[in-house]
């Protein structure tokens, strides 16, 4: 099969920052050893493997420690942290939450799962998240003020909440975004899922909205398996949060007296040991990380057709996944690129599809989209690791 120039000059860097291999290169691999056998085998020796144990605590302990949030909550995966943290934050059936169209689907379903109607806002081209000023003046065309509430005008739904995702790592103009949402009385939840060791002006991702969310699936940076996290510096979220993921039961003796409805979402001890060993290992992960970007940084910056995005000024980017972006978007040279780099065994994939164009979202209220839709015609990720992933 002949390859087109480009392909064959990015594999070319590939290998050169890679290094040779027999296997194909993944876009991810999670990196374990001795402690996390260690950790596993103590749950199986205690028996402590479900909903409570030591090792939930302790991971809970050193996000706080590690992230600065007051009060760190384990849950199950971070989808569920997410629709926990929004019902914490006050959003409720009929609502609309703002949130960009370039995400994760999780972050449009834990709003649909309480009944709210996920609104899509367009991109920006540094940070890939919410742009603040087209925030501003979407807000300003559409919203309505009720009572202290913003209102959707075309819709007439109160708009409670907005939550700016971190893409990629790359933290998003968090405090230009908190500004307009106290200006608007609209709760802001961070989905920092992408962005554990990230940090914008020296604060980490996650701490800066009424709560935070984390993600430890096996594709991010550290893993637990599956498992998540609420941030929040406000003790009774937190308290709430606790209480709320581990069934509303009141007290921990004979009685089975539970409150309200409460979820069955926090971290099981057997998840918590592993992520405990995980974040033994992050400092050593977010320097490697680093230093692959930057090697990739260097060996793309001679090319006319494409870039490499590297961490937005004023912030350090955990790079968990690196991307390289198309200076003129073109869909049908992207496409090409994936299929020609992944038969060459280099695992590249585009950026999620718009969440405004899945079946069930193509209905749902959006700003303009004329950054997220050129983003899309022109960003790939490529591969997060090999040579340097390995000590
Ligand atoms: C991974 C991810 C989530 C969901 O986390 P899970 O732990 O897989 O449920 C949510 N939002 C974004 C942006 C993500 O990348």
């Not at 205690?46 to 144990?53: D, H, K, L, N, P």
């Not at 996920?118 to 540094?126: G, I, K, R, S, V």
């Not at 001890?269 to 990739?296: M, T």
Request: glycine letters at 8%.
């Amino acid at each position: 099969m002949k390859i087109s120039s480009l392909s064959q000059k990015i594999i070319n860097d590939f290998l050169t920052v890679l290094g040779p291999h027999s296997n194909r290169v993944d876009l991810h691999e999670p990196e374990f050893g001795l402690e996390e056998k260690r950790y596993l085998e103590s749950c199986l020796d205690t028996g402590y493997v479900s909903s409570v144990g030591a090792y939930v605590t302790e991971f809970e302990n050193r996000l706080e420690k590690f992230t600065g949030a007051k009060h760190a909550i384990a849950i199950v995966n971070g989808t569920s942290a997410l629709h926990l943290g929004l019902y914490l934050a006050g959003v409720t059936f009929g609502d609309e939450v703002l949130m960009p169209a370039i995400s994760f689907v999780a972050t449009a379903n834990a709003a649909s799962y309480l009944g709210a109607t996920p609104h899509f806002l367009d991109a920006e081209t540094e940070t890939l998240g919410i742009d603040p000023v087209a925030l501003e003046n979407y807000l300003n065309n559409i919203a309505d003020n009720d009572r202290g509430f913003t209102i959707n005008k075309l819709t007439g739904k109160k708009i409670s909440a907005i939550v700016p995702m971190h893409t990629f790592g790359h933290p998003v103009k968090i405090n230009e975004i908190l500004k307009i949402a106290e200006k608007f009385n609209i709760a802001v939840v961070e989905d920092a899922a992408e962005s554990l060791g990230s940090f914008y002006f020296g604060k980490h991702t996650g701490t800066f909205g009424k709560l935070g969310i984390l993600s430890f699936n096996g594709n991010k940076t550290i893993t637990t398996g599956g498992g998540g996290a609420i941030l929040t510096n406000d003790a009774n979220l937190a308290r709430s949060a606790r209480h709320l993921s581990t069934t509303a039961r009141l007290n921990d003796g004979f009685d089975f007296y539970h409150d309200q409805i409460g979820w069955n979402y926090r971290m099981p001890n057997l998840n918590a040991a592993l992520g405990c060993a995980q974040l033994d290992r992050l400092p050593s992960i977010l320097q490697r990380k680093r230093a692959l970007a930057e090697a990739y940084k260097s060996v793309f910056s001679k090319y006319s057709e494409l870039k490499f995005l590297h961490e937005p000024v004023n912030t350090t980017s955990n790079y968990w996944l690196n991307t390289l972006k198309l200076f003129n978007p073109n869909e049908k040279l992207l496409n090409e690129l994936m299929v020609e780099l992944n038969n060459s065994g280099y695992q590249c994939r585009p950026v999620w599809r718009l969440l405004n164009t899945l079946p069930m979202y193509k209905k749902n209220p959006c700003s303009p989209l004329p950054i997220a839709n050129m983003l899309a015609k022109s960003i790939f990720n490529i591969p997060r690791s090999y040579r340097l992933w390995k000590k």
